[in-house]
């Protein structure tokens, strides 16, 4: 298979993205987090969520969510703050409010579950997504956006 290139991810609709994640090997998608796009990258899929926010499903759900993707430069990791409260979803620009959850997980992984190739639940039964804090909103947490689909 050829290298995947998402030098350009901006321009990708959700279902390109989850497409050209299924047909990667996790090495691939490793080393694409592990480069110099690994913040371009981040950036775009966070960015995206607001949008792809399902208010409908949220209920009165009010939370502070931390993602945190391993495999950075020098074994760092990058977290990304998102804030559900009164039907919206807000990225913030830095981490900086209590976590009601915080989950922690791969390159390969995180690029999985957000692109709708990868099962969080068995990821988490597995030991590939780590999730502290409340479990209940990390079971539903996939229910709350709209996922694209390979």
């Excluded at 110099?36 to 775009?44: A, F, N, S, V």
């Excluded at 960015?47 to 009165?60: I, N, V």
């Excluded at 430069?73 to 915080?102: F, Q, R």
């Excluded at 690029?111 to 597995?126: D, I, Q, R, Y």
Aim: charged share 20%; proline share 6%; aromatic share 6%.
């Amino acid at each position: 298979m050829s290298e995947i290139d998402l030098s350009d991810y901006s321009s990708l609709d959700p279902q390109a993205f989850a497409q050209m994640v299924k047909s990667a090997s996790d090495a691939q998608l490793n080393e694409v987090l592990g480069g110099e796009l690994r913040g371009k990258i981040l950036d775009e899929i966070f960015g995206r969520m607001p949008a792809l926010f399902r208010p409908e499903r949220a209920g009165s759900t009010n939370a502070v969510i931390h993602w945190i993707i391993t495999g950075g430069a020098g074994g760092g990791s990058d977290t990304y703050e998102l804030t559900i409260a009164d039907g919206t979803c807000v990225l913030s620009p830095s981490p900086v409010k209590e976590p009601k959850l915080a989950i922690t997980v791969g390159p390969a992984d995180f690029l999985k579950v957000v692109s709708g190739n990868g099962n969080p639940v068995m990821m988490f039964m597995t030991g590939k997504l780590k999730a502290k804090g409340d479990l209940a909103l990390a079971a539903n947490i996939a229910n709350l956006f709209n996922i694209p689909k390979a």
